[in-house]
T-cell receptor, first 117, second 112 residues
Framework: GAVVSQHPSRVICKSGTSVKIECRSL??????MFWYRQFPKKSLMLMAT?????????EQGVEKDKFLINHASLTLSTLTVTSAHPEDSSFYIC?????????????FGPGTRLTVL | SQELEQSPQSLIVQEGKNLTINCTSS?????LYWYKQKYGEGLIFLMM?????EEKSHEKITAKLDEKKQQSSLHITASQPSHAGIYLC????????????FGTGTKLQVIP
């Protein structure tokens, strides 16, 4: 199946700093990418949907100025957590949906664990 | 908004036993995904069901979609320790598999 990578896999940062997480589709072009957040022992919550070359669509309750999403190419989307605080500590997972025969399936990255001290 | 309730929330079974996990939607299902996750890791795609009554199998895992009941079930036959993890169902929104709403998750432990 198609492969999606995330970088970094783990990051620890100080409160007030910004952190960028990359999501790449390695062997297909992703027309749409999704960013999810998972709290401990909880399910995944969709944060935003991004389409290449356009602004991301954020879910209700997600601060777009806090979580900046850039989908600059068909293989790369980035999530930047700005001025991170301890409550932003979480597991962030991206997924990518391709075109053509891959249209109906989402492929998930391995996730990034963010810890804000 | 759509909500997916999974039952049971957690399950402990003896190796070799069969088990079933259910996923019930509050709204019409336009398809359903099943994923497995080891906590703190990414999701592993298991299967996707697209039509009512559809049933798919992969190795010892079988999933079925009942559109009328707005429900899907995942059945594992002769469970093994490698089946342990968190199982998540996910429902795509209407109109071409856009965003996915995930279920509450079922944690499975298999005792050797």
């Amino acid at each position: 199946g198609a492969v999606v990578s995330q970088h970094p896999s783990r990051v620890i940062c100080k409160s007030g700093t910004s952190v960028k997480i990359e999501c790449r589709s390695l062997d297909f072009q992703a027309t749409t990418m999704f960013w999810y957040r998972q709290f401990p022992k909880k399910s995944l919550m969709l944060m935003a949907t991004s389409n290449e070359g356009s602004k991301a669509t954020y879910e209700q309750g997600v601060e777009k100025d806090k979580f900046l999403i850039n989908h600059a190419s068909l293989t790369l989307s980035t999530l930047t957590v700005t001025s991170a605080h301890p409550e932003d500590s979480s597991f962030y997972i991206c997924s990518a949906r391709g075109g053509g025969g891959l249209y109906n399936e989402q492929f998930f990255g391995p996730g990034t664990r963010l810890t804000v001290l | 908004s759509q909500e997916l309730e999974q039952s049971p929330q957690s399950l402990i079974v003896q190796e070799g036993k069969n088990l079933t996990i259910n996923c019930t939607s509050s709204k019409t299902l336009y398809g359903l995904y099943w994923y497995k996750q080891k906590y703190g890791e990414g999701l592993i795609f298991l299967m996707m069901l697209q039509k009512g009554g559809e049933e798919k199998s992969h190795e010892k895992i079988t999933a079925k979609l009942d559109e009328k009941k707005q429900q899907s079930s995942l059945h594992i036959t002769a469970s093994q320790p490698s089946h342990a993890g968190i199982y998540l169902c996910g429902a795509p929104s209407s109109g071409g598999y856009q965003k996915v709403t995930f279920g509450t998750g079922t944690k499975l432990q298999v005792i050797p």
